[in-house]
């Protein structure tokens, strides 16, 4: 791995980090709460919102299954196979907008969710290459800062795209803004596309061959099961706690999609400036620290949510400030912790069908999360009870819920490694 510590390292890196800011802004547009507002727009319950917001993270289970291929077919190949099939459906989904007039409201939802689901089933498929390809080209000791980097070009993509929308969606009508910005969508998916095919591949380690199969219980197993169960609680919680903030806000505050996009634009700004002073900390404290950190601001976040839905906060910009730094805090902590630890307990063997088995948690409890609160959220929405000068309803319960289980994750995490990883050489 000596040539990786090198010019032609950085080189790949950078590559990498164009390739994922591209890649972001495209995934944002046509996956995040751009796609989300679109639902809205037409008139879809809560239920079907948390359907929307699972499809991804659902169909990240076809992981499974493709990793036996990866040994044969090579990191580069089915990874780029992915992204192309899954990048042409998105010129489908930019068209359906202007269909809205012709076809109606619950037509052009059950088409948006066959195209969605094409999306993410050829994304989800073709991700079991990429956590191990990353793997092989980046240094141990320097994974941290690559990680950190990584997810600040993505944030940088984040708060541009989402503060473009703010203004496209302040100047134009709905039906107009959501095409002219799934096609913003799929140029990104183009760009992100020609990079990923710069990166270079590499030889399927032997780390990533099928692992031979075992008697008996692999050592380490106690602890990639803490791993899983500490992504179950946090993941679903997070997954849940960024999907229902918008129709908070739209249905009891009556907020446009221009106001939800500039705070989500917001958002992301913090996670932009938290990552810059992640740069270099996860590798040289460990990862401990920063999920410590994430777990402390994430339940901060979801208890301001709580008071603002109990009405005991206003929706005031003091309040929002303290909202936007919370998440931002929260989220790039727990990005750069979480992936740095799972790559630090990776095994020797069979490591392609660990980080699969690791998207997959992940993935189920991204999914499981809006799904149920979806529907709880859609069979009591009338439900509100008046209590003094606050008010019991089913946001207030969901975001004690969510304070409660990223909580009740420090078990997990108790039971993990935290240390350093062995350095390579010092991170640029």
């Known amino acids: 791995m000596d040539a990786a510590c090198g010019w032609e390292l950085r080189t790949a890196i950078l590559r990498i980090n164009l390739f994922q800011l591209f890649n972001t802004a495209s995934f944002t547009l046509v996956n995040g709460v751009p796609m989300i507002l679109f639902f809205r727009e037409l008139g879809a319950s809560d239920f079907l919102l948390g359907v929307v917001a699972s499809l991804g993270p659902i169909l990240n289970l076809l992981q499974i299954p493709a990793t036996r291929y990866l040994p044969r077919i090579g990191y580069r190949r089915l990874v780029v196979g992915g992204w192309s099939i899954r990048t042409s459906f998105i010129a489908g989904m930019a068209l359906l907008p202007w269909a809205v007039p012709?076809?109606?409201?619950?037509?052009?939802?059950i088409t948006m969710l066959l195209f969605l689901f094409a999306y993410n089933a050829s994304r989800g498929a073709s991700l079991c290459g990429f956590l191990p390809w990353m793997t092989s080209l980046v240094p141990d000791g320097s994974r941290g800062w690559f990680l950190a980097r990584d997810l600040f070009f993505s944030a940088v993509a984040s708060v541009i795209i989402l503060a473009g929308s703010f203004l496209l969606f302040r100047s134009h009508t709905?039906?107009?803004a959501f095409s002219w910005t799934f096609w913003g969508s799929f140029a990104a998916g183009l760009c992100s596309l020609w990079l990923l095919k710069q990166v270079p591949d590499v030889p399927v380690a032997a780390a990533d061959q099928p692992r031979k199969r075992h008697a008996g219980k692999r050592k380490g197993d106690h602890r990639l099961f803490d791993l899983m169960g500490f992504n179950l609680l946090t993941?679903?919680?997070?997954?849940?706690?960024?999907?229902?903030?918008?129709?908070?806000?739209?249905?009891?505050?009556?907020?446009?999609?221009?106001?939800?996009l500039g705070l989500l634009a917001s958002q992301s700004g913090l996670v932009l400036l938290s990552l810059m002073f992640?740069?270099?900390?996860?590798?040289?404290?460990?990862?401990r620290p920063a999920l410590l950190a994430a777990i402390l601001a994430i339940t901060t976040n979801f208890g301001l949510w709580l008071a603002i839905a109990a009405r005991l906060l206003p929706?005031?910009?003091?309040?929002?400030?303290?909202?936007?730094?919370?998440?931002g805090i929260g989220f790039s902590c727990f990005?750069?912790?979480?992936?740095?630890?799972?790559m630090q307990l990776a095994p020797r063997e069979g490591r392609s069908e660990y980080f699969a088995r690791f998207s997959v948690v992940n993935s189920l409890a991204l999914g499981i999360g809006p799904i149920l609160w979806g529907a709880f959220l859609g069979s009591f929405s009338a439900w509100k009870l008046r209590i003094g000068f606050a008010e019991a309803n089913p946001y207030v319960f969901?975001?004690?819920?969510?304070?409660?289980?990223?909580a009740a994750s420090l078990f997990f995490l108790?039971?993990?490694?935290?240390?350093?990883?062995?350095?390579?050489s010092p991170a640029p």
């Open 414 to 424: 108790a039971r993990l490694p935290g240390g350093r990883l062995p350095e390579c």
């Open 315 to 327: 929706v005031h910009p003091i309040t929002l400030t303290l909202v936007v730094a919370s998440w």
């Open 278 to 287: 992640l740069r270099n900390q996860v590798d040289r404290f460990g990862n």
């Open 335 to 342: 990005q750069v912790g979480n992936v740095h630890l799972a």
């Open 235 to 260: 993941a679903s919680s997070l997954s849940t706690g960024a999907v229902f903030w918008v129709p908070l806000l739209q249905r009891e505050h009556q907020w446009t999609p221009a106001g939800v």
């Open 102 to 109: 012709l076809l109606g409201g619950k037509a052009v939802s």
């Open 398 to 406: 969901l975001f004690l819920c969510l304070c409660l289980l990223v």
């Open 174 to 176: 709905s039906l107009s």
